[in-house]
């Protein structure tokens, strides 16, 4: 029994280095070497540091949005079922390799049996007793070709795709906290623009009734006045509803209230850093849903291995050694050893097809993941390319609207000046008032607009995962521990 089961085992070590998982090649990124140049683009630049290295507490400058992400990471619920997916995984993947090694059990039964005396050969009643102890394995697979370790690499790839998960599920709840904060503050300013511009059209509609009742202004003077203190009444209650609507918003993504303490700062202060782009080829490394597709596809491919080795005959032993013995007061006395030893081997012969079939879905899956990779490279190229035109001509476009602004607000001084002195009519002046609300208005969402495509751009860049600004180091995998026991 021992030469059999020892020449058994070197037979399993030698052939353990058997492995029919394909060999992994990376797939060529479908997108060009260099971002996208044009009059829409800035030049590029050297690039020291990437973007996702940046820290969200450096990228962000403004305490109060610090203050909302980090309650944010704290008790946002997608975040949290996102962490318990790892969890989940890990648990799976630890379940798999287990099946790597043999799983040795210890048994200890006893019985006792009486025989009634017209069923028993001497013709009288019997008691018989049988006690024993075992130390054994069972159905340990002998993994000769593979197809236990191909199982237990496509679970290590599934858990390290969860990880990559994670990240991307924190990396959008920083940026969509910060573009919801920032909404929330666009809309508050565009609130007390109105509230201000409201007053102005109700302190220029009783001048206008005032003059009405002299006979200066005529019914068709007095009537725009009051459509332009209407139109502002629904602009108000339009911007009203908004921003108790983006208050909602951020309790959710927060998970919680928000705080109480929050000290917030204007759109137009400096709210942001600037993040650099550096070239396609970092995304590979820094955006976690490439990664995730990567890590999909890794373990799409130890699949095939798999579905490969399960062509070949399979192994699989059951043996245990222990004592047996009629009284349980000898059960450990000289003589009383027992042992079995079941050696058991499938060869398949005839399924119908059906491990073909396996191969070519395993196949087909993994066909599917190339494609899920290549596309998430697309889509992570076509994010930050578009990011990239966004910052350009932002910039360009929020200088135009402020010039736009301060030219309105010279029209709007001369145009009242000359309306009270009787120069011009009210309706130069009321059309003075609403382009000068209109250029106000979109300057504050130009702002907005700036302001989430730098953050859009920050997140397709893979930023958003670091508190503090990270050294440039190789990320390491931790793999989960095997207990053993």
Not at 74 to 101: C, K, M, T
Not at 134 to 153: M, N, P, Q
Not at 280 to 308: C, F, K, V
Request: charged share 20%; aromatic share 8%.
């Amino acid at each position: 029994m021992s030469k059999s089961l020892l020449s058994l085992t070197i037979t399993a070590v030698v052939l353990s280095g058997c492995s029919l998982i394909p060999d992994y090649q990376r797939p060529e990124a479908p997108v060009p070497a260099q971002y996208p140049q044009g009059p829409a683009y800035e030049p590029a630049k050297a690039v020291s540091q990437a973007a996702a290295e940046q820290g969200w507490k450096e990228f962000f400058h403004d305490p109060a949005l610090q203050q909302l992400i980090q309650v944010a990471l704290e008790n946002n619920r997608d975040l949290r079922v996102a962490a318990l997916n790892i969890d989940a995984y890990a648990a799976q993947y630890r379940i798999q390799r287990a099946d790597l090694f043999p799983a040795v059990s210890a048994t200890g039964s006893g019985s006792r049996q009486r025989v009634p005396a017209r069923a028993s050969q001497t013709g009288e009643a019997a008691i018989s007793s049988s006690y024993s102890a075992t130390l054994g394995i069972s159905a340990y697979e002998l993994d000769l070709f593979g197809r236990v370790r191909s199982l237990s690499e496509q679970a290590l790839q599934s858990y390290f795709a969860t990880e990559e998960a994670r990240r991307s599920t924190q990396i959008s709840l920083v940026a969509n906290v910060a573009n919801a904060y920032l909404t929330w503050q666009a809309d508050k300013e565009l609130l007390t623009l109105t509230q201000e511009t409201l007053g102005t059209y109700e302190q220029s509609l009783k001048l206008t009734s005032r003059s009405a009742e002299v006979g200066v202004a005529s019914a068709l003077d007095l009537s725009q006045a009051r459509t332009a203190v209407e139109n502002a009444r629904v602009q108000l209650a339009r911007y009203t509803r908004q921003v108790a609507e983006d208050e909602n918003s951020l309790t959710l993504l927060l998970g919680t209230g928000l705080p109480s303490n929050l000290s917030t700062q204007p759109l137009s202060d400096d709210l942001l850093s600037e993040v650099p782009a550096g070239l396609p080829s970092d995304l590979l490394q820094r955006r976690p849903d490439i990664l995730q597709a990567e890590r999909n596809l890794l373990a799409a491919n130890a699949n095939i291995g798999a579905a490969r080795a399960a062509f070949f005959p399979s192994i699989s032993l059951t043996a245990n050694a222990g004592t047996l013995s009629p009284d349980l007061s000898g059960l450990f006395k000289g003589g009383s050893g027992t042992w079995t030893f079941a050696p058991e081997i499938n060869i398949p012969i005839f399924n119908a097809g059906s491990l073909r079939a396996s191969l070519d879905y395993a196949k087909i899956e993994k066909d599917i993941d190339v494609a899920n990779y290549e596309k998430a490279i697309q889509t992570a190229f076509q994010e930050v390319s578009d990011g990239l035109a966004a910052r350009r001509t932002y910039n360009e476009q929020l200088r135009a609207q402020a010039a736009y602004v301060a030219s309105n607000q010279d029209y709007y001084r001369l145009a009242e000046r000359r309306y009270r002195i009787g120069v011009d009519s009210n309706l130069t002046f009321l059309d003075a008032q609403r382009e000068l609300f209109s250029a106000q208005q979109s300057l504050i969402t130009d702002r907005l607009a700036q302001l989430t495509s730098e953050v859009n751009l920050y997140k397709a860049l893979g930023g958003g995962w670091n508190e503090q600004t990270a050294k440039n180091e190789p990320r390491k995998e931790e793999v989960p521990a095997l207990n053993l026991l």
